[in-house]
C-alpha cells in the first residue's frame, strides 16, 4: 500500500511471501503472535489515521496468520499486519464495522515459512518516498478524479490532497531531486510557489549540481512580496484595506502569511492616515516627511537628536525630560494595546506629541526642526526628529578684544597661528564640510588624511600634546556631557583606525615608534607605571605626545556626519602644533576618488597648462597629478587646517625648503582652487575669525601672507 509518514508499507516480493493460502477470518478471531517483531508495542497515535484510510479503501493487502495454539486464546495469531489489525479494532469501537467482521488474511503453515513471515516484511521492506506519493496524486488528477474523491478514498484532509496536488505540478526535475536528497520537502513548498517551470527546473538542476543555496531560493520566491506583517498594515489595517477593493491571497501550505495583492493601495492608504496625523507636527513648526521606513539620514543641514545621559542633566532639565518620557511610554503602551488600526487618530498624535516632547527635552542649545513619519509593526507609526544646533557666534567677545594688547596689532608674518588660538581666547566658529558635491568616499578620505597629519604633527610637540591632554581632562571634568562629536580626543586611549594602513609621509613612523615602545615594555618585564617611571622626564613627555596624538579622531566617513565642534578643537590643536603635512603628497588612492574635471583643474593649478591633458583617461590623469604633486610638494588644500580661502591655491600649499614666498595665484588657478574649499573654508562671516587687527590685509593678492593666516597651510 501507498503511505506516507506513519503508514504501514507491505512491499514483498513474491519469493519472499511465504506459500499459503487466502481465507477469510472474524476480526474477533485475530490475536498478536508473541513471535510478531511488534507484539510488544503499543499503538502509535497514526492508528487513528490508517483506520481512517482502511475504512476508505479496504484492507489492500491481506495480513498473514498462522493457526493458534494451545493457551493462545484467539483461533488465528498475526505475523504481520499487527497496525492493521489495530486500525479495524479502533474502527469497531467507532462503531464502523461490527466485532466479526471479515478480514482477509494469508495463512502460513510450517515453522520456517512462519519465522519468514514475521521477519522479512519488518525487515526487508522498501519504503515508499514520499516523491512517489506527490507523483501518485498527480496521476490521480490528471485522471480527472475529484479532490474530495481521493481525500476520501485514501484517508486523508481535502487541504492535504490539495498541497500534494500543487507540489505534483511541480517540474519532473524538482521531485528527482527531492528523491535524491537534494532538495527538502520545504524546499519543494518553495518551488511550487514559483509559475515558471524553467525558473523550478534550473533551481532543481542547481540542487542536484550541488550549488543551490537556500538564501537564493527565498529571496526569489518571497523577493518583492508585500504580506500581512508589512509594517504599513497595523495603521492601515485589513478590513480597511479589503474595504477599499485590496485582495489577499492565503499561502496554500500555511507556511507564509498571506499576500497582499494590491500593494499600492496598501501604500496609498498608509500615506493617507500619516499625513493626516502629520498635520499636528506641522502645526508645531516642523517640516515632516514621510518614508517607507526608518534610518534615513539626517536631513541637509539637521542633525539626528543627541544621546542624553539623564544623570548628567541639571535638575530642572532633569525634571522636563523625565516627565516628557513617561508621557511618551504611557502613550506607547495604549497603542501597542489597542494596535495601530484600531487605535484613534486622538490616541496616535498623543503619541506624536509625546514623541514631540521627548526630543524637545534632548535639546538645549538648538530647535527641533523637522520629523519623518515610517511605519512601525507595533504601533503603526515610527516617528524620528532631527534638529538645528544654534549658531556658532563667530564675533569675539568685546571684553575679551578690548583687554587684550595684541588686538590692534598687524599679523606678523612668521606666525603660524592667528592670535585668537595662540591665546586660547575663543575656539574658531565650525567651518563646513569640503567642496560641495564632494561623495562619502572623498570625504571620508579627505578627513582620513587630514587626521593622520595632525596626528604626526602633534606627536613631535610633546608642549601642544600636554596642553591638548590637559584641555580635554578638564572639559570631561566641567561639562554635563562631552559626545564623540564635540571633541577630537577619546580620552580613553581608543588608537585611530583609518581607511587605509598607515601611510608613509604621515603616520607610518609614528606607529613605528609606538609599536618599538610597546616590544620594550613587554621586553623589560616591568608594569607599565614602573617601566614608565625609569624614562627621563623628555622621553616621557615624547611618549606622551605619541600616545595623545595617535587618540586624535576626526574622521567623518560621510558628508552629513560632520563634527562641527571636534573640527574647531582641531584648528586650535593646527594652531598650537603648527600642522604641516611632512613628506606626503597625494597617492593615487587618494587621487582616483577625484572626477575628471577635478583631476584636471589641478593639473592646471600646478602648472600644466597642456590642452591635451583634457582627454587623458583617469588612470593617465591620476599619475600625471601624483607625480607633479610630488615634483612640486604640493598638497590640496582641502586636506589641511587652513582657515581662508586664500591658502587654496596649489601655489600655497607646496613644501617651500627655501622659504620663498609664493607667487600670486592666476585666475584660472583661484578658480580651480574656489572648487576645493579645505577643511577650515567657507566659514560663517568669511574666513576663520582672528582677533580684532590681525586679519589679513583684503587687498593682499591671494597667496601672500596666507601662511600668516593659516593654521596648516
Known sequence: MVRTAGSETLTMTASQIPAGRRLTVPLKDLGVAPENLRAEE????????????VRAAGLIYPLVV??????EAEPFQVLDGRRRRLALLSLVEAGAIAPDAPVECLLVEGRAAQAAAAVIPNREHAPVHPADVIAAIGKLRRAHMATGQIAAALGYEELEIKRLAALAGVHPRVLEAYRQDRLTVRQVRMLARLKDKDRQEGFAQAALDGVLHDYQLQAQVQGGRVTADDTRVPLVGLAAYQAAGGRIEADLFGEL????????????????????????????????????EGGYRAPEGLLHLPYVHVGGLPEAQRAVFEAARGRAEAAEAALEIAGGAAASDQALAEHLAAQLAVARAKVTDGEVAAARLAPNGATGLDVSFFWRPAPIPTEVAPDLAADDPSADAPASEDAEAPASLAAGTRAPPQPPPGPLGAGHALHDARTDLATRALACALANDPAAALTVLTAHLLRLLTAARVGRDATALTVRAEAYVGARPPIAGLDADLRRRLVARREALEASGLTPIAWTAGLGASEQLAMLAELVAVCLDLREPRTDAVRRAARAEAA???????????????????LRLHGKAELAAMLQGLGDTDPKACGLKK???VARVASLAAAQGWVPPELTWTSTLEASSPEATRHDPAGSEPDPAS?????????????GADLPNGA??????????????????????????
Request: hydrophobic content about 45%; some cysteine; charged content about 30%.
Open 572 to 590: 586650535e590643536i593646527a594652531g598650537l602644533c603648527g600642522a604641516r603635512f611632512g613628506g606626503w603628497t597625494p597617492d593615487p588612492a587618494y
Open 619 to 621: 588612470d593617465e590623469l
Open 42 to 53: 503499543a499503538a502509535d497515535a497514526d492508528i487513528p489515521r490508517l483506520a481512517d484510510t
Open 66 to 71: 498462522r493457526r493458534g495454539r494451545r493457551r
Open 667 to 679: 585666475p584660472d588657478e583661484a578658480t580651480a582652487a574656489q572648487d576645493m574649499a579645505p577643511l
Open 257 to 292: 502569511p498571506d499576500a497582499l495583492l494590491d500593494p499600492d493601495l496598501l501604500a496609498r492608504l498608509w500615506r493617507e492616515r500619516a499625513e493626516a496625523l502629520a498635520a499636528g507636527l506641522e502645526a508645531e513648526g516642523l517640516a515632516v516627511q514621510l518614508g517607507d
Open 688 to 713: 576663520a575669525e582672528v582677533e580684532a587687527g590681525d586679519a589679513a590685509d583684503p587687498a593682499e593678492p591671494a597667496g601672500e601672507g596666507a601662511d600668516a593666516a593659516a593654521l596648516a597651510a
